[in-house]
């Protein structure tokens, strides 16, 4: 019996530092704004965050082209990728880059929450 306390106990104890807040692997990215562009265009949309190549969010902006999404980093950086090409976007943060095909905003590394005030899609 002694030995089944000792190894729930050690169970435990190990369960708890491993949920520590400081590490590395419980880094999340944080995202909301809003886009704009035709109806058309907006119900068609969706928006995802994108971490070392793996999708790890997505969601569909509301009627009114709010969305509020977060989901694990992976890395130290992230991409919103949206499935229609965006126009011009501002945001929070400096640094963040349109990609060449328009569907992608690179966000900056260490970024882990951004506001996006507007996403004009074409």
């Known amino acids: 019996m002694k030995l089944f306390y000792h190894i729930l106990s050690s169970f435990v104890l190990i369960l708890i530092i491993s949920c520590n807040s400081e590490n590395r692997d419980n880094s999340r990215a944080y995202v909301e704004g809003k886009i704009t562009g035709t109806q058309a265009v907006l119900s068609k949309a969706t928006v995802s965050i994108k971490s070392d190549g793996k999708n790890v969010a997505e969601v569909i902006p509301n009627a009114s082209g709010n969305f509020t999404l977060s989901g694990p980093l992976l890395n130290d950086s992230f991409t919103l990728v949206l499935n229609t090409k965006i126009k011009s976007f501002s945001t929070t ?30």
């Open 93 to 122: 943060k400096l640094g963040c880059t349109l990609s060449t095909d328009s569907l992608q905003i690179q966000i900056p590394v260490g970024t882990t929450y951004i506001t996006f005030n507007e996403i004009k899609l074409e």
